[in-house]
Structure formats: C-alpha cells, structure tokens
C-alpha cells in the first residue's frame, strides 16, 4: 500500500495540477507555438489593406487631393472643352454642384497617380469624366470623355475601364436597359480605346 502511495499519487497529483492550471488560463486555450503560428513580418488584414505598409499583393493607388477649383480654372481654359460643358461650368459658382472627383488611378504609369474627376449637373447627372495629373504645377487635364452616368476604374493591367447606361429604341427616359463597358489605354501619348462592349 505504501508503494502505491509513493507512486501513483503524485501522478495523480500532477495531473490534477495541470488541469487546474489551465482552467485559470486567460479563456483562449492552449496557446500553440512553431510552425503554424505566422511569422513576425508578416502584415495583419489592416497593413495588407492599406493602413500601414502596403503588401504588393494588394498595392493601391495612393488617394490625391486635387483641388477642384483649380480644375475648374484649368478645363475653362482649354479651348477643346465642349460647349455643353464650359456652360456647366461657367455657371457653377459652388464647385460641389456641377464636379467631383472619382477614383484615383496611375493608367499612365508614371508612378504619380491622376485623378477621376466628373462631370455633373445640379441633378448629379454625370455627362462626362476628366482624367487630371496631379503635378506640381497644379492639376493637368490629359483626356475626356463625355459619357453619360459612368463608372470609372483602373484595371489590373493599368487600362481605363469606363462602364455607362445606354438606352434601347424603348426605354423611358428614366431607365436605360442596356449598358456600354469601354476600355482606354495610354500609349505614351494618348489615350485610345482598345474595346467597346454593349450589352
């Protein structure tokens, strides 16, 4: 009887400890180390993402503050602006009303991003986009095109892809049916388009 006193009891106390012990953990387990845990460089979802170090799996373009007004200025004096829009423009006193600025993109792979910037009405009816390039200087109009309720974005490969409502022979005026995806490449020079698609 002594023998088993001196033997299994203090297993069976070392058992009963270490099941005490973790019952006063913190609630999260067993904390496992090796292999499966990350290492540290790794960046958590909010570095992947953009708040910290960018990964280069989900590298963006860095957002801009062009000013407005100065586009404003900007798109008035080129004498290519069409007459629909230097109305619009001429008349827009409060900036907010009749531009606003899309998403931010570097299709000209310049490495110094442009901004989106449309077009509107007092209704916010989109007529047309502007592609500007944030430049010392002051914003630089590069390209426009007058399209009519877009969306604008960068492709994976850098192009321009420009999405708008079209309307059939019998859609109200309220709703068109049908829809045009373009896409528009920098060939150094200029902007071309590469692809229409209606569907």
Not at 49 to 55: A, E, I, M, Q, R
Not at 99 to 106: A, H, Q
Not at 165 to 176: E, L, S
């Amino acid at each position: 009887m002594s023998l088993w006193r001196r033997t299994v009891l203090p297993v069976v106390a070392a058992v009963v400890a270490t099941i005490t012990l973790a019952a006063c953990g913190n609630g999260g387990g067993l904390r496992v180390e090796g292999p499966e845990s990350p290492p540290p460089t790794t960046p958590t979802p909010s570095v992947a993402f953009g708040t910290g170090t960018p990964s280069p799996k989900a590298e963006r373009t860095p957002e801009v503050a062009v000013d407005l007004y100065k586009v404003r200025s900007r798109l008035l004096a080129d004498k290519r602006l069409s007459s629909y829009s230097r109305t619009v423009l001429v008349n827009c006193t409060v900036i907010s009303r009749c531009l606003s600025r899309g998403k931010t993109v570097d299709v000209l792979h310049s490495g110094t991003p442009q901004q989106i910037v449309l077009i509107h009405t007092l209704e916010k009816f989109v007529f047309g986009i502007f592609l500007i390039a944030v430049e010392p200087t002051g914003p630089r109009p590069i390209w426009n095109l007058d399209v009519e309720q877009p969306t604008v974005n960068a492709s994976p490969q850098g192009d321009l892809v420009v999405e708008s409502k079209i309307f059939g022979i019998n859609d109200p005026v309220c709703c068109p049916s049908g829809r045009r995806v373009e896409v528009y490449r920098w060939n150094g020079r200029q902007m071309i388009k590469v692809s229409s698609t209606d569907q």
